[in-house]
């Protein structure tokens, strides 16, 4: 869906660089998922949060992920020190009132190289 | 905690038939919504439906209906009238947007 907007849509890094992902979620929604997914696979929950709070990380790897979503701005999920494992498509989804409607950004399609 | 299984990794159907997409669920959550997304070669995720686990009604939206049976933990996506922009990756999640593994759909000419 439109109204969500991830950027960038493609990310190059090289080993050991950071990787910034923004996203903004749909008007009026306050909370936003990240996932990682790789070619012909589903998508894997990383990271659950609401403005200025993170409820639920259990998908995130303890080293080099950190997301945050402060209370202006766009959510960041950043990955420092870059691997070429890290080389993925990293969708968000934000999520509305009453949990009935959630919808996606196109993603950030990252390359390690 | 919830899951989400969709055992049919790959389907087919002929263009202009029906095809219905398994996907069974595990929750102990009294309330829950199921959603079904639509992932085309172009990679983008397509909200399709939603249903809630109080819902009366099976939810239905254009040519997508959900076969929601609750007691059997199952919620189906059913597509009628198949159109060749019906190929695509089909995910099913729960409320906390847990998904399945997916469902590859080819619709034949």
């Known amino acids: 869906n439109a109204g969500v907007m991830q950027n960038p849509r493609h990310l190059v890094r090289r080993r050991g660089q950071e990787a910034r992902l923004r996203c903004s979620p749909m008007?009026?929604?306050?909370?936003v998922y990240w996932y990682r997914q790789l070619p012909e696979e589903g998508l894997k929950f990383m990271v659950y949060l609401q403005k200025e709070n993170i409820i639920d990380e259990s998908g995130m790897p303890k080293e080099r992920f950190s997301a945050e979503f402060p209370k202006e701005g766009p959510s960041i999920l950043r990955i420092q020190q870059v691997v070429r494992g890290d080389s993925a498509a990293y969708f968000c989804a934000s999520i509305g009132q009453g949990n009935t409607e959630a919808f996606f950004g196109q993603g950030t399609r990252l390359t390690v190289v | 905690a919830q899951k989400i299984t969709q055992t049919q990794p790959g389907m087919f159907v002929q263009e202009k038939e029906a095809v219905t997409l398994d996907c069974t669920y595990d929750?102990?959550?009294?309330?829950?919504?199921l959603f079904w997304y639509k992932q085309p070669s172009s990679g983008e995720m397509i909200f399709l439906i939603y249903q809630g686990s109080y819902d009366e009604q099976n939810a239905t939206e254009g040519r997508y209906s959900l076969n929601f049976q609750k007691a059997r933990k199952s919620a189906n996506l059913v597509i009628s009238a198949s159109q060749l922009g019906d190929s695509a990756m089909y995910f099913c999640a729960m409320s906390k947007l847990i998904f399945g593994q997916g469902t590859t759909l080819q619709v034949k000419p």
């Open positions: 929750t102990s959550d009294q309330s829950y919504g």
């Open positions: 008007k009026g929604h306050s909370h």
